[in-house]
């Protein structure tokens, strides 16, 4: 969301650390109660998408496979709206002087038929939908001039509140994706005790309360996404960072909570994982920065399901790939997003966000750009003229966008793309004279991919360097068939094609053959020579790892560097007993097209081709050599369809 205070936040240090003060602990969770019966409002387009929704390649499908393209906006408000100083009493301390009372706005102005039937106006399909950790928590009903305009919401919580909202949403057609913005009700975004997901509370806390939100609207399947946290950042004292394995891993962090929603509370969600959007101090000379979706080049995310992840990024205007978007007291020189050129800016989206829309890649997903936007009265030409170009851009791309905000006052937020004054009355991009409405017209309308996305080959990293990469559920089933290793196994469809020498990584996928392996659980836990047969020694000296006849490998376990279980399924059709060895320990040995991209960024690889299964891991233990895998046993597909 729109601000400019994170530089002099972390500059003037006796400031931050009065901002930094949280406020008080709130109740626990209540427990979950049926959602609210839907308003009627317009008539529900239930005939143009079926959820749920998954991914193909770049793209967000719905259950037909059908291209959804999540054109969007931000409904504001449940993630609060104090600006952290005086009394929360008093509007002038909310954002643009606007209370929200922590539910979305507008719901003083405008009845829900009403403000649902503007939403359709604006021809946007999707609503990303702000909410706090606090507005989970808290018991006291809103006061009832917060819902002037829908008095049937009257005494209700929070919470309950948001029910209503929801319901209604989903009943007139619009996808709804769930969005934990900050822990408390505090209007986001600079050292406000908001910085992580577990600022303030732990991550199994964090996690606790996504499970929760997330089996509150599992009967609803237009809930169709979980956007797990806004805009990670620095506080105080330490950055976020992407993989280090600590309590700031926000790598690690958001791997457990999509695990933990799609396991425990609704498998059908698509998991929206936002980029890094700030780390170090913005100070010339000093390292300072907005990495966004760069780490996931080298270090991408697998899911328990391969079709459920989405990755985000935010961009405004007035900040820049290293300007945090401060004036005065802790601006530094480096160029805002609206002071680059056309091609500069695209170049710098393509490199900062859609090279993951890239086919083929380890961390190939869709790309949401959830936040963007501007002021109805913004006058400046640079400001104006970068909002022509990030609507082109987005619109040249092809690419999901969720604008911020959706909802404001008359005379108060003029970002808003609708406004409303204490009668109700409408203003904003949908009246005349509105300077972003050819803009926002041009995005709307411009050429899309419309209609049936056909599957594409799916490529998925494997990561062991912290802990367990268990991403099957179907070995899951089976229980930990190597304790104390660290253990990796492909998602449920995919199959293991590649690994790194050192860094235990691996490679999975499902080109070629679809889903390989046969029906039931069974599996196989390699942990000799047993299965290599008189005569196929295919990796002289070393040790061979090799899956019985009719099996490939579709994990690994490791103690500290060395190889300890390969782990094996049975195909669902005859696999050949010929094959070759795939030597990596001495430098690179992938395809040439260089399928499923660099996933073990610094160490040496192997890789069967896409036309291959792997059955089969060498490794040595002689002294002073590296004992992790130096080989892979890769064996030709047969003539199989995919499934």
Known sequence: MPTIKLVKYLTVTAAVLTLATAPTPVAA???PVASEAPLQATPPA???????????????????????????????????????????????????????????????????????????????????????NEMIHTAAPVPDAAVAAN?????????????????????????????????????????????????????????????????????????????????????????????????????AAARLAADRILTEANPDLLIVVEGINWTG????????????????????????????????????????????????????????????????????????AFFVTTEGQHYTAPVWVSEFGSGAGETGTAARTWFGNITDCFADHDADFAYWPLVGWEGHDDWALLRYDTAGRRYGILGQGDWRGPAWNHLMTSATRTG??????????????????????????????????????????LRLTGLSHTGGRGLCTDTAA?????????????????????????????????????????????????????????????????????WFDRSDNRPTDGAGGDFASGHYKGQCAADEYAAGIAFTTRLGAAAGPAALLCGPLPGLTAE
């Open 514 to 582: 679809g889903d390989l392996r046969a029906a039931g659980n069974a599996q196989t836990v390699v942990t000799d020579e047993r299965y290599v047969p008189a005569g196929g020694d295919w990796a002289g000296g070393y040790t061979k790892l090799q899956c019985p006849a009719g099996q490939f490998l579709i994990g690994y376990s490791r103690r500290g560097d060395r190889v300890a279980t390969a782990l094996c399924a049975p195909a669902r059709t005859s696999l050949g007993l010929t094959g070759r060895t795939v």
């Open 281 to 352: 101090l913005p100070v010339d000379g000093l390292p300072h920065g907005r990495p966004t979706l760069t780490p996931v080049r080298t270090l991408s995310h697998t899911l328990v399901n391969a079709h459920k992840l989405v990755y985000s990024a935010h961009f405004y205007g007035y900040t820049g790939p290293r300007h945090s978007g401060a004036t005065g007291v802790g601006e530094t020189h480096d160029p805002r997003y609206q002071d680059l050129t056309r091609d500069q800016l695209y170049q710098v989206l393509a490199d900062q």
């Open 452 to 493: 049936y996305i056909p599957p594409v080959p799916v490529w998925r990293m494997l990561n062991t360097g912290h802990g367990d990469e268990v991403r099957s559920l179907r070995v899951r089933a089976g229980g930990d068939w190597d304790p104390g290793a660290y253990k990796a196994a492909c998602p449920d469809g």
């Open 29 to 31: 969770a209540p427990e």
């Open 46 to 132: 239930a005939g143009t998408w079926q959820p749920p929704l998954s991914t193909r390649g770049r793209y967000i499908v719905d259950a037909q496979g059908h291209r959804f393209r999540l054109k969007s906006a931000n409904w504001d408000g449940a993630q609060g709206s104090w600006t952290g100083n005086g009394s929360t009493a008093d509007p002038a301390n909310h954002h643009a002087g606007q209370n929200s009372y922590g539910i979305p706005l507008g719901l003083d102005r405008a009845s829900l038929p009403e403000l649902l039937a503007d939403f359709h106006e604006l021809g946007i399909n999707s609503i990303r939908l702000p909410f706090s």
């Open 151 to 251: 008095p049937q919401l009257s005494g209700k919580t929070p919470l309950q509140i948001y029910d209503a909202v929801v319901a209604a949403l989903t009943h007139d057609g619009f996808a709804v994706v769930l969005n934990n913005h900050t822990r408390t009700s505090r209007w986001c975004c600079g050292i406000d005790g908001n910085e992580r997901w577990n600022s303030g509370q732990s991550t199994p806390q964090w996690a606790d309360d996504w499970v929760f939100m997330a089996r509150r609207y599992a009967a609803d399947p237009r809930v169709v996404g979980a956007d797990l946290y806004n805009e990670v950042r620095r506080d105080v004292l330490d950055d976020p960072n992407w993989g280090l394995g600590d309590g700031h891993d926000w790598y």
